[in-house]
Nanobody
Framework: QVHVVESGGGLVQAGGSLRLSCAAS????????MSWYRQAPGKQRELVAL???????NYADSVKGRFTISRDNAKNTATLQMNSLKPEDTAVYYC????????????????WGQGTQVTVSS
């Protein structure tokens, strides 16, 4: 019913920047929150940034001041601008559309993308 696709990952040197994009499609009426999570090898998946439908954003302490999340409600898209990247930012980054209201008579649901690899070299 809903597909979430990320793009924009890659390899970058420490101090560099990357911009991740996320697009949700399907029988979507509205998306309460769009978010980015990441999972490094051997570690649990963690929330990086989240933005509500009204535009209120929250960030993990480790990325505050370096990452910026934004969204376009009309297009059901979100972006994550990542600046001053560090080797410890290396992970698979996942976009998640949270508490999605569908145009069909289905309950609220969360939908995840397949992830995009971000590698920061020192």
């Amino acid at each position: 019913q809903v597909h979430v696709v990320e793009s924009g990952g890659g390899l970058v040197q420490a101090g560099g920047s990357l911009r991740l994009s996320c697009a949700a499609s399907g029988s979507i009426f509205s998306i309460n929150a769009m978010s980015w999570y990441r999972q490094a090898p051997g570690k649990q998946r963690e929330l990086v940034a989240l933005i509500t439908h009204s535009g209120s954003a929250n960030y993990a302490d480790s990325v505050k001041g370096r990452f910026t999340i934004s969204r376009d409600n009309a297009k059901n898209t979100a972006t994550l601008q990542m600046n001053s990247l560090k080797p410890e930012d290396t992970a698979v980054y996942y976009c998640a559309a949270l508490r999605v209201v569908l145009t069909t008579n289905h309950p609220l649901g969360d939908y995840w993308g397949q992830g995009t690899q971000v590698t920061v070299s020192s």
